[in-house]
């Protein structure tokens, strides 16, 4: 993988967070991708919410599988545990160092090819299985790294740059999260910073399987007259659910909305989300009706984006499995070998 190294000086009055962190300090090295590429955009989003956040780098672990979204980890949270996986393996390399680890932040970032073509497997156990992570889509509608064939999330109907019409039907990922039981739901827009950036703080803090799908124009072969991922269409078609900011229980931050403008969904481990709700009957809440109006919405032709669906309680594959909550590389041998008495036991209690 490609990558030039920043240098590490930076303005002396740079605002400083909790931590005494500037934005520099969840930087990573120089992007490499296209001149104007959305995903480099979300990068500068993830940084933020870090940011914003006051995380500390060494407890997060950002995951990827191939493609241009996939290398993005490299260009934010430089001083982070990183693992560039296989093509569509993320969400299963993901879950196996969640399940080692349970006290480290988990970042998936993938493609639309990584996670709906090759990886939809993947995906789909990921979410079905509650993995307590931040599952990132950067969705172009191609193959960017490969030149710009289709993938399976773009629209039927759509044109390629060289003229080529998509007859396939297109898979939405957002739907199928919500099928597939994830209990924090969201869409957004590469180019809507203000919009993504609380939505990945809420789904940082949102213990469970947090799945945001990010419209992510690639300007080198999907940005044309005729794409539904173009930077034009997007803006175009775009119909928000809610405005939002982000509030952690733990450090009340002052947030400027208007009297009757804002709905607080409380989350079992006391964060809040403040909603501004543009559509008044809209509820976050309501997983069929999430999946309703998004259908109905589309059949009109419009993008939904925002926090589609969140579950207060969420649980998680640790809760299922009841493991220990010790990271397993903590565990000495007396833990590890409970000796021969209880190995008979267990024995016993098979026989
Ligand atoms: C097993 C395997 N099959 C195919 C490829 C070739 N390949 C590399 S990236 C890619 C598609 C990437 O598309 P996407 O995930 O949407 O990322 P983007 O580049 O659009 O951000 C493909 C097919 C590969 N690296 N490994
Ligand atoms: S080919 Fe497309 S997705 Fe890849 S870096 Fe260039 S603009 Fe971004
Ligand atoms: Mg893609």
Redesign the pocket.
Known sequence: MTYIAKPKFHHPSLPKNELGYTHRDYEGSVSTLCAGCG?DSITGAIIQACFELSIEPHRVAKIS??????KTPTYFLGNSHGFNS???RMPSVLTGANLANRDLIYMGV??????A??GLGQFAHALRRGVNMVYIV???G?????KG?F?ATADRGSKSKRGVINNDNAIDLVAMALQLGATFVARSFSGDKKQLVPLIRAAIEHEGAAFIDVISP?VAFNNHQGSTKSFDYVREHNEAVNRLDFITGRAQIAVEYGPGEVAIVEQHDGTKLALHKLAADYDPTDRQRAMAFLQERAAAGEIVTGLLYVDREPEDLHAHLNTVAAPLNTLGEKQLCPGAATLDKINAGLR
């Open positions: 995903h599988g191939i493609g241009c979204s996939s296989v093509h569509g993938s493609g639309d090819g990584d996670s073509s090759i950067e969705n172009n191609v193959y960017g790294l490969t064939q993938s690639c």
